[in-house]
């Protein structure tokens, strides 16, 4: 290709044409224009996918296709796993609650739907809570609390992991209630805990806050339990067998 081609291309904002141009077929124009840029928006959307992964921050790499489902994880009865793969809730702005023991899953899934949202150009961001927790704090500390909850303006959805497994003091909990105030309506969250919402007030402390904060949570949610042993152990103890 030219220089003067290379810069026209760049001009177009044609990132990829300069490096498949030449291995695609030419049987006439118009076959060669639509394989050209049809590869070129190809290439364009697996850029934006990794840069979105990259920006949501995954703990590990999971996707749904390697994900087991099995008759130990119960599903309410206006959903199924098939229709949990669409993500069509986030577009809703549903949420998504995953509880159970720890080992069943639960990040596994999350984070399978997150991967997928990240593919079809959504803004993820992923979090273990206690992290969250601590970046409010921090943010509060600064004096930049505003704007750390003005880096979700453009996410649609939040993954919050292992949601009570350390508890808060009085000032995390308060900031994290106000972060999904924000939130409510306006985003779709994946929640996963280890605890029934009975028992939220062990992370809360304040019964009134929990209150308030697990009605946020559920309304327009779907909530799967988890149930059986933790496929960690389980696979442990099959190695040593």
């Given at each position: 290709?030219?220089?003067?081609?290379?810069?026209?291309?760049?001009?177009?904002?044609?990132?990829?044409v300069?490096?498949i141009?030449e291995?695609?077929?030419?049987?006439?124009?118009?076959?060669?224009?639509?394989?050209?840029f049809q590869k070129?928006?190809?290439?364009?959307?697996?850029?934006?996918?990794?840069?979105?992964i990259?920006?949501?921050?995954?703990?590990?790499?999971?996707?749904?296709?390697?994900?087991?489902?099995?008759?130990?994880?119960?599903?309410?009865?206006?959903?199924?796993?098939?229709?949990?793969?669409?993500?069509?809730?986030?577009?809703?702005?549903?949420?998504?609650?995953?509880?159970?023991?720890?080992?069943?899953?639960?990040?596994?899934?999350?984070?399978?739907?997150?991967?997928e949202?990240?593919?079809?150009?959504?803004?993820?961001?992923?979090?273990?809570?206690?992290?969250l927790?601590?970046s409010?704090?921090?943010?509060?500390?600064?004096?930049k609390?505003?704007?750390f909850?003005?880096?979700?303006?453009?996410?649609?959805?939040?993954?919050?992991?292992?949601?009570?497994?350390v508890?808060?003091?009085?000032?995390?909990?308060?900031?994290?209630?106000q972060?999904?105030?924000?939130?409510?309506?306006?985003?779709?969250?994946?929640?996963t805990?280890?605890?029934?919402?009975?028992?939220?007030?062990?992370?809360?402390?304040?019964?009134?806050?929990?209150?308030?904060?697990?009605?946020?949570?559920?309304?327009h949610?779907?909530?799967?339990?988890?149930?059986?042993d933790?496929?960690?152990?389980?696979?442990a103890l099959?190695?040593q067998?």
């Amino acid at each position: 290709m030219t220089s003067n081609l290379k810069s026209i291309c760049k001009t177009l904002r044609l990132a990829y044409v300069n490096e498949i141009y030449e291995d695609i077929p030419f049987e006439n124009p118009t076959q060669f224009l639509d394989e050209l840029f049809q590869k070129e928006l190809q290439f364009r959307e697996e850029a934006k996918s990794e840069r979105l992964i990259k920006k949501a921050k995954f703990t590990q790499k999971k996707s749904l296709s390697s994900f087991q489902w099995n008759e130990q994880i119960h599903f309410p009865a206006h959903i199924d796993s098939e229709e949990l793969c669409k993500i069509d809730f986030i577009g809703r702005r549903e949420n998504l609650i995953l509880t159970g023991a720890p080992g069943t899953g639960k990040t596994h899934l999350a984070t399978g739907i997150g991967y997928e949202a990240c593919k079809r150009g959504l803004e993820v961001r992923f979090y273990r809570v206690s992290d969250l927790a601590e970046s409010l704090e921090k943010a509060w500390r600064d004096s930049k609390l505003a704007q750390f909850r003005g880096r979700f303006k453009s996410v649609d959805l939040i993954i919050l992991d292992e949601m009570g497994y350390v508890p808060f003091n009085k000032e995390g909990a308060e900031l994290l209630f106000q972060l999904i105030s924000d939130w409510y309506e306006q985003k779709s969250l994946i929640i996963t805990s280890n605890l029934e919402f009975s028992q939220w007030n062990r992370v809360f402390s304040d019964s009134r806050l929990t209150a308030a904060l697990v009605d946020r949570v559920i309304h327009h949610a779907h909530i799967l339990n988890f149930t059986g042993d933790s496929f960690r152990v389980t696979n442990a103890l099959s190695r040593q067998r």
